[in-house]
């Protein structure tokens, strides 16, 4: 895509990441399903390792636990790591609840 996706927010990269170790399958418009492993989210966007081929403005789609159904665009790339805004910011309580589902039950029993 010539000139990339047109952003409402052009700076975001403040705000809080939580590092994460999350496959998930992401749908391309003219690729088909594509997998990228999530290292870090935040309400904004997340970061994407083992990315191929994949180019600033392009969107995918990607399902998250919570969250649901959500589309991203590439907003940087860095050899095989990629940096994707989301299309809305994600609420804060739907965000948390996310979070504490992606960590493992540390609860003594």
């Known amino acids: 895509m ?3 996706a ?3 927010v052009t700076d975001l990269r403040r705000s809080t990441r939580h590092q994460v170790n999350l ?3 992401g749908e391309h418009r003219s690729r088909g399903d594509i997998m990228l492993h999530l290292a870090n989210i935040s309400t904004t966007g997340f ?4 990315i ?4 600033r403005g392009e969107r995918v789609t990607v399902r998250l636990p919570v969250i649901g159904r959500i589309e991203a665009f590439v907003v940087w790339v860095d050899g095989s790591r990629a940096g994707f805004q989301f299309e809305r910011i994600v609420r804060v309580d739907e965000f948390a609840k996310m979070i504490r589902s992606l960590q493992p039950n ?3 029993r």
Do not use: C, F, N, Y
């Open 6 to 8: 047109q952003l409402s």
């Open 2 to 4: 010539r000139g990339g």
């Open 23 to 25: 496959p998930v399958i």
């Open 47 to 50: 970061m994407a390792t083992e």
């Open 106 to 108: 540390t609860k003594a």
């Open 52 to 55: 191929e081929d994949l180019g």
